[in-house]
């Protein structure tokens, strides 16, 4: 292929997550990179997770939506990867941006079932009927097929109709309020950053606390999905809410407040960290909105917002878009944010909790496979 794998691969990179409270679908790696009817190519292929992944941003009218992977540990090895996808493959699983299991089994179900998500996968999962009813209810499987305008996911039951949100299950609520420790060293998943005398303590990536993922439970125990090990329960994990930014009437990324630090959400955070808009901003909004415009906070169950912006912000209670009703947030003023409280940052350029809007508002997302000839992957026998 003439366009830049290696490009199209770090765009994907960006999509993968095993946090669970951003995740929005969970997928078999070793089954998606063997969707040869998709492009007709080689028998495996790393780039059809980016075919994925943009049929997922579709799928919900979303940017920027980031999926859950699941890889078994054999397709790190596996040779109908090129030597660089199969380098890649590791490097992601050296940092935590998939799983690696010995085998996937009913793990990529389980998860689903844990964070209430859909599974992205062209099985029926029949096999797991029995202990897991609910892959036989509309739109819980999607499936990726080829489609006039790109591979696209339909619902391996029903009519394609809509179906409400899946809440998470009681067992993954439970197992996603606690800490855990894994006792393999190595674990980057369930690990506490090790010794920091070691001189190899920056090099490896932990996932933080609050973003660990969902344990496995195996004989009715806690147990770490890669090692396998019986993993210990070392307190409670800090809450956490979602929310999401929309600008121009589409969300561009959803971020987490957690309870153990702030948040800012600004044109571009200093020190990296926050939630950076400048990207998305029109030249206006860009002069209007401050570095760090907002900070959000959470602090016993209530989320609150600081302005720490040079021309303020507002907040809409209630999402109410009448201006007689909008509270004028100037700097180091903050108030606790109700449930469907909108922030206002400029005109159109609003952050709420993510319940609060049901489309992503744009249908046709930026795709991760950038300069990829849209012929490259025209559906075979078209
Ligand atoms: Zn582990």
Redesign the pocket.
């Known amino acids: 292929m003439r366009f830049e794998v290696s490009k199209v691969l770090d765009a994907i990179e960006a999509r993968l997550t095993t946090d669970p409270a951003l995740a929005r679908a969970v997928v078999d790696l070793a089954e998606v990179v063997r969707y040869a009817d998709l492009d007709g190519g080689r028998p495996a292929s790393l780039v059809r997770l980016g075919l994925l992944v943009d049929a997922l941003g579709r799928y919900v009218s979303e940017e920027n939506v980031p999926v859950y992977v699941v890889t078994p540990h054999g397709l790190l090895s596996d040779t109908d990867l090129t030597s660089n996808e199969r380098m890649v493959v590791r490097r992601w699983a050296d940092d935590g941006k998939v799983e690696v299991v010995p085998q996937v089994e009913d793990r990529v179900l389980e998860v689903a079932e844990m964070l209430g998500l859909p599974v992205l996968t062209r099985d029926r999962e029949d096999r797991f009927r029995a202990s897991r009813p609910w892959v036989a209810e509309p739109g819980r499987l999607l499936a990726l097929v080829s489609a006039q305008g790109g591979p696209t996911l339909v619902a391996r039951v029903g009519r394609g109709e809509a179906t409400p949100p899946v809440p998470r299950s009681p067992l993954g609520e439970r197992l996603l309020a606690r800490v855990w420790r894994?006792p393999?060293l190595s674990?980057n998943?369930?690990g506490d950053g090790g010794d920091s005398d070691s001189p190899f303590a920056d090099m490896r990536t932990y996932t933080s606390p609050v973003s660990q993922p969902p344990p496995a439970l195996r004989a009715g125990a806690p147990t770490?999905p890669?090692?396998g090990?019986r993993l210990k329960d070392v307190g409670p994990r800090p809450a956490t809410e979602v929310f999401s930014v929309r600008i121009d009437g589409v969300i561009r990324q959803r971020f987490v407040v957690s309870e153990d630090r702030a948040t800012v959400v600004g044109r571009a955070p200093e020190g990296g960290s926050g939630v950076m808009l400048g990207q998305w901003l029109t030249d206006d909004a860009r002069k209007w909105i401050s570095r760090g415009h907002v900070q959000f906070t959470l602090r016993g169950g209530q989320v609150t917002v600081t302005d720490i912006s040079m021309n303020g912000s507002g907040v809409r209670p209630g999402g109410s878009m009448d201006d007689g009703a909008r509270i004028t947030l100037r700097r180091d003023e903050s108030r606790v944010l109700a449930e469907d409280d909108i922030v206002e940052l400029y005109h159109a350029v609003l952050i709420g909790r993510s319940r609060l809007w049901a489309s992503g508002g744009n249908v046709q997302p930026e795709s991760v496979m950038g300069e990829a000839p849209t012929m490259a992957f025209r559906p075979v026998g078209r």
Request: net charge neutral.
């Open positions: 894994c393999s674990c998943s369930y770490c890669r090692h090990e």
